[in-house]
């Protein structure tokens, strides 16, 4: 896939490309490539990975490549090209990497470098460290490796440099199709790009799949495919480079780790347990449920922090902090959000209820939400409502129209009896013309105000128009 890896790279090879990547590798996986590259050099490389647990896998990798028979020429007196002898230049690899799932969508991941080179009779080495993160939006991934955070050189000098540097990339899943696209040596002069194509052509359950794969970068194009016969995978890939063809081959082998598989089986049971229970808002069961949970699964980060989330609401509900039921229901919404991915509108519910309930209890409950997700609300130190009153009246009179309309929403969502947002809000779509929506709107409106005669007027000329 034209050398791209920083954000899809699920196998032993991880380590590698992204540390970070590695708690995506549920199984032990052993990869390995031994090949001749430009007809001369010889290249292996091997891997191995092995979670601890759900959220923590090491991996080993190494890296080695071999020139022999290279021809050694010292100061000539005359034009005889013959060689005085030959020497061979090896140049080795060990990494050690580790990563750890942070959250259901964050990764963090770090590796440790020793390499070696022998070039004739002379021979150094570098000892090395990189950190990578990678986060999981659902069909968008991104990630990105910090390389040479610390670089120790030994043994001989040479005028090789391990400078910090950093490579980046992200992919886009669409059905049976990946898109990659990576950039290397973002700190380097000789920064470089990379972007690969996979297709599913064909899967079979967990059984069988065949990928069909190219890509491009500076240095070449590629064209291969990948076929996987639980556990074996096999991947195939034709370099078209400027001076040379190579063709590539490498395989591995996918075992189960039955214990986490087992674990993680017995977790998601009891994770769709929880999750149906709090769409019915039913939150004592739901927290029986994650107790029963956190028994196959104490490192369940989720799970923990969902018991912390439903404790604090089962306690606000318990001791009526929030007695309306306006504020009630966002609150359910928050979680409900909060469990979706939405963490952005969970987070601003938290800061409104905040404002308009002082209990250290719904104060905990934003502070746990903002701990959960690293976020915090864009309305933090600022009232929701009026600021989103204000942003309307600008964005309408600019004829901003449905930018004026998605402020009033925000508002409408919060306050569902807000009457001069939903009245302004009629308004707007009477300005695009949207009676059916309009004649809504105004009608909720009049559900909650029936004596307001500005509201029943619109309401009375629309209802004619349509009439």
Partial sequence: MGSVGRTIATDANAGYWNPALLPCVHDISLT?????????????????????????????????????????????????????????????????????????????????????????????????????TYANFGDLQVGGTLRNLVAIKLGEQTDDNYE?????????????????????????????????????????????????????????????????????YFDYAFLIRPLSQEHLFSMGISLENSSIKNNAYE???????????????????????????????????????????????????????????????????????????????????????TRRNHSIQVFNYKQLLENATGLVSRYKGVDLVQFNMELSKKERLVNHIESSIKCLSTVVFFEPNNIEALKQLGDNYVLLNDKKMAIEVYERAHLFQPDNKEISESLSQLTKKTT
């Avoid at 090949?35 to 991996?59: C, H, R």
Wanted: charged share 20%; hydrophobic share 35%.
């Fill in 267 to 353: 977790s998601e049971k009891w994770t769709q347990k929880v999750f149906d229970a709090i769409d019915k808002n039913d939150f004592s069961v739901a927290q029986q449920y994650i107790k029963l949970n956190l028994d196959q699964d104490p490192n369940n980060q989720k799970m923990q922090i969902l018991d912390q989330q439903i404790g604090l609401i089962l306690e606000i509900l318990a001791n009526r902090l929030i007695k309306d039921s306006n504020g009630q229901r966002l609150l359910y919404e928050s979680i409900h959000r909060c469990i979706n991915g939405d963490y952005d509108l969970s987070v601003d519910i938290a800061e409104y209820l």
């Fill in 164 to 232: 910090l540097d950093f490579d980046c990339g992200t992919s886009l899943k669409m059905k049976d199709l990946l898109i990659s696209f990576d950039i290397a040596r973002f700190l380097r002069k000789d920064t470089s790009y990379f972007l690969g194509v996979e297709y599913s052509a064909l899967s079979i359950k967990d059984n069988f799949d065949l990928k069909l794969r190219g890509g491009i970068n500076s240095n070449e194009v590629s064209l291969g495919l990948g076929i996987l016969t639980a556990p074996i």
């Fill in 32 to 132: 390995g490539m031994t090949t001749t590259l430009l007809g001369v050099t010889k290249y292996n490389q091997f891997a191995l990975s092995m979670p601890l647990n759900e959220t923590d896998v090491i991996a080993g990798t190494y890296i080695g490549f071999n020139v022999d028979q290279m021809e050694l020429h010292g100061i000539k007196t005359d034009s005889t090209p013959t060689p005085e002898g030959y020497f061979s230049t090896q140049k080795n690899a060990l990494m050690v990497s580790y990563g750890h799932k942070m959250s259901p969508s964050i990764n963090i991941g770090f590796t440790g470098k020793y390499g070696s080179r022998r070039v004739y009779n002379s021979q150094d080495s570098v000892i090395a460290v990189d950190a990578g």
